[in-house]
């Protein structure tokens, strides 16, 4: 059954129907790997975020230890409700989750005294960003992965540590 079209030119039709098929997909996979890279970049300020409630959260613990003894928290879940007064208190509203990993579970940098004095994401993989951190973030500066960038409050400097 004759079309009126030389039969090369269905064939160049279809081939420039493929080569569109092509080009978008192309497009799309580096649209969806930005997206991936943008989301991940959000995931890690937010860690950043978090990370320093924790921190905080930690520090007043400490700081507010009744008695003239100071002490770390012996688990997180002690942020949220501290049981050491007669009226509980709570550095925490809840136990945030780990942005990178969506779960609840943080590694712990424990205290030379015990309890715990710091935490980390359990994430692996290399953070995007590795310079221009606020002063207060400086020991994050080319860190290989994020399990490197631990949350710790030292009472005698007030600031992060990074200790693997």
């Known amino acids: 059954m004759p079309t009126g079209k030389a039969p090369a030119q269905r064939g160049f039709a279809l081939l420039g129907i493929l080569l569109v098929i092509v080009l978008a997909g192309l497009v799309l996979a580096e ?5 991936s890279n943008l989301r991940q ?3 890690e300020q937010e860690l950043l975020r978090v990370g320093t409630k924790i921190r905080e959260a930690i520090g007043n613990y400490y ?3 009744p008695g003239l003894v100071k ?5 997180l879940e002690e942020l949220v409700r501290d049981n050491r007064f007669p009226r509980p208190e709570r550095y925490l509203r809840t136990l945030y989750a780990d942005p990178l990993t969506g ?3 943080w590694g712990t940098l424990e205290a030379p005294s ?3 004095m710091g935490v ?3 994430a692996q993989g290399k953070p995007f960003k590795q310079r221009n951190f606020p002063p207060i973030f400086q020991s994050f500066e080319k860190q290989t992965s994020y399990n490197e ?5 030292l009472p005698d400097t007030d600031a992060l540590v990074n200790t693997p």
């Open 31 to 35: 649209a969806a790997n930005s997206w």
């Open 41 to 43: 970049r959000e995931r």
């Open 63 to 65: 700081q507010r230890s």
């Open 71 to 75: 002490q770390y928290p012996r688990s």
């Open 103 to 105: 779960m609840a579970s």
């Open 114 to 116: 015990g309890g715990i």
């Open 120 to 122: 980390y994401s359990l």
């Open 149 to 153: 960038w631990i949350f710790a409050y």
